[in-house]
């Protein structure tokens, strides 16, 4: 997976845009990041919860790790895209996506 192909997954959710964040893209729901490229663009973030952190590092943990210090306990989760299977990633971005989203969009999403 590329860093192009990641863009075009994250923007593929509902109400979900690209800004910049110090010097590198993210992607936003309500004005708040689920996901970002980082500087170097064979690794992504995905904004997670804890728990769901910890499945993804357990069904890839060769393609997904914590986020260093304080930002990985909170369940930011890199992602590197080389190794990611593509349906993995989407899924992840989903979940970073439905724990970002307004809970009025979620309502309106069923």
């Given amino acids: 997976m590329t860093s ?3 863009r075009e997954m994250a923007l593929s959710f ?3 845009e690209e800004r910049e964040h110090m010097g ?4 936003r729901v309500g004005g708040k990041i689920f996901a970002t490229i980082s500087p170097d663009p064979d690794r992504a973030m995905v904004k997670l919860k804890p728990d769901e952190q910890q499945s993804y590092l357990r069904i890839d943990p060769n393609a997904f790790e ?3 210090g304080a930002w ?3 369940g930011a989760t890199m992602v590197i895209l080389a190794l990611a299977d593509e349906e ?3 899924h ?3 979940a970073a996506w439905r724990n970002t989203a307004p809970k009025k969009m979620l309502d ?3």
């Fill in 14 to 16: 509902p109400g979900a």
């Fill in 24 to 27: 590198h893209p993210d992607f």
């Fill in 66 to 68: 914590p986020a260093s």
């Fill in 92 to 94: 992840a971005l989903r």
């Fill in 88 to 90: 993995v990633v989407h």
């Fill in 4 to 6: 192009d192909e990641f």
């Fill in 108 to 110: 309106e999403l069923g």
């Fill in 72 to 74: 990985g306990t909170g």
